[in-house]
């Protein structure tokens, strides 16, 4: 049942980035030379496949995938 809920937060976490889009949408402060939109995006498209990978880790755990 734990790891139900945890698969689906992780689930979620990608789609949470875009209520906060609006939030993210401007140019200031600077972090590693990108506008703070650009930073956003970039950390992002790290986050989501990390989030794929613990799925993937714990549904093989589980024995879900052959």
Do not use: E
């Amino acid at each position: 049942m734990v790891r139900k809920a945890l698969i689906f937060i992780l689930i979620l976490i990608p789609f949470s980035q875009l209520a906060f889009l609006s939030v993210a949408n401007r140019v200031h402060p600077i972090i590693i030379g990108l506008p703070f939109f650009h930073f956003w995006l970039l950390l992002w498209i790290a986050v989501t496949p990390l989030c794929s990978f613990l799925i993937y880790r714990l549904q093989k755990k589980q024995g879900g995938l052959d």
